[in-house]
């Protein structure tokens, strides 16, 4: 194997890569020399080898592998990465936690980011989902202070139970959500044990649009749903806060590649009338008894990233990335997220992020308009014109599109959404299908948790877990009448859920205060 010869970032060689230049004192100590530029370089830069943590989803496992069609679904779509049974599209997967920093423990009760680009022939499509089918929150406005309520409080940055359930007893939509977060699923034993789920609605298109359907995507692990208790989850962050990292990484070097199998379900305009809920409401799932999983693929992870910085950290995820046969419904958590997540990237990586080997699409990419720029490692389009319109350099254009067009049919799904949903919309006199907009709530949120509850009763010791899981972390809130709220919530659940949940909360924080030297769980 050939030596690399050691330089400087510039490429000066140099004799050896430990030496400074001081002017000697002649005791064994000296003053460091400006022409030490070795030295120098290597401070400077190690005072800046940090980028911005990600403001969600800091910590994580990743690899990288490819999905396989494995199902004909040309009747639904026209995406060319699914359809063509046993065609490969090559993928990078990111698994995270979502609220703790980067540096904390894999083995938290917490969300998982689930994060799937595919690198397709026509572009990156990217699969931004979660580990749970529904979201605590379907107002986008709600979005960043669902967030901060999970996170660290901002006079002590300690986690804080009466933040946390101060946001959930006040918005209430959130109930569904909260009985996967704090169920049996809520602390995954490794990420090759966790579904993914689009939470979000999006569409199916063929023929630029003219054919779509509605779809929501569900990706389940073949290896089987595996979860920890508390106390499990609590004794291995103590081992090894990076379980997870090395679990999935140590599989694959072992040849163990763990897979997911891909479904879709499907609602078609026509049917929209028909639908028990808000079809566009990630609070709630669609039933599988009206609307059945239906089989496209298999994702398989089989390569460990070669550098993580480089390839993991690096990498970004945006549901605004759809390639032709997949467009965005008019789902407004949906519509957001579809800003949101690349200007996070942008702030994050900078604005040619996109052109970080881990994020470059696979096709050649040629947009003008977008240059320039920190970090503009590429020719920069040379002396194309970077504006719009110009017949100097004549383009091409596809024939096919993302089809993001809004249709009339859009329209009247939101209409027909409305009359189900939970908002009031205010009329603005202005003639456009525009209104003011706010999300309220009532009993209907609560219809599908109280569903869910009563599953757990089919499965052994998952209720009596669920309860203890609640009053753990109910039982740091400090003020009384807020626990009082969260027991209140879960007895429109269930009446003897709220009863359990205030019994054994109230039975552990006597007994705290018999034992001060206890501590409580987080």
Known sequence: MSQPHYTLAEGIPLPRNDIIE??????????????STQLLENLAHFSRERIPERTVHAKA??????????DDVSDVTDADFLNGIGKKTEVLMRISTVGPARGSADTVRDFRGFAVKFKTN?????????????????????????????????????????????????????????????????????????????????????????????TRITVKTVQGIHYYTNSEGAEIAGKDPDAHLVDLQEAINKGHYPQWDVYIQVIRPEDISK??????????????????LRKMGRITLDTNPKNWFAEIEQAAFSPSNMVPGLAASPDPMLQARMFAYPDAARYRLGVNYQFLPTNAAKPKVYCPIERDGFMNFTPNYGI??????????????????????????????VQQMDQLSLGHPDEVQIPSPISAFTQVND????????????????????????????????????????????????????????????????????????????????
Not at 22 to 35: C, E, R
Not at 63 to 69: D, K, L, N
Not at 275 to 292: E, G, H
């Open 275 to 292: 639908a028990p809920i808000n079809i566009f409401d990630m609070t709630k799932v669609w039933p599988k008894s009206l609307y059945p």
């Open 443 to 522: 009993q209907k949120d609560f219809e599908q948790a109280t569903a869910l509850w009563k599953i757990m009763e089919k499965q052994e010791g998952a209720q009596a877990r669920f309860v203890d899981n609640v009053a753990a972390h109910a039982s740091d809130v400090k003020e009384k009448w807020l626990r009082e709220e969260v027991y209140a919530m879960f007895a429109k659940v269930d009446k003897e859920l709220g009863e359990r949940i205030n019994k054994v909360a109230e039975t552990k924080i006597d007994n705290d205060h018999a034992h001060p030297h206890k501590t409580a769980w987080h």
């Open 384 to 413: 194309d014109p970077n504006y719009v319109g110009t017949k100097l350099k004549p383009v091409k254009f596809s024939d096919r599109t993302s089809s993001a067009k809004v249709t009339s049919t859009d329209f009247t799904a």
């Open 22 to 35: 001081q002017l000697s004192t002649g005791s064994g100590g000296g003053y460091v020399l400006l022409t």
């Open 122 to 214: 026509e572009g990156n499509q990217d699969w931004v989902f979660n580990n749970q089918p529904v979201f605590f929150v379907r107002d986008p406005m709600k979005f960043p202070s669902l967030n901060r309520s999970h996170k660290p409080h901002p006079g002590t940055n300690a986690s804080d139970a009466s933040m946390f359930w101060d946001f959930h007893v006040n918005n209430q939509e959130s109930i569904h959500a909260l009985m996967f977060l704090f169920g049996d699923r809520g602390l995954p034993s490794s990420v090759r044990h966790v579904n993914g789920y689009s939470g979000n609605t999006y569409k199916f298109t063929k023929d630029n649009g003219a054919s779509y359907v509605y």
């Open 61 to 70: 496992a990743g690899a990288r592998g490819y999905y396989e069609v494995a």
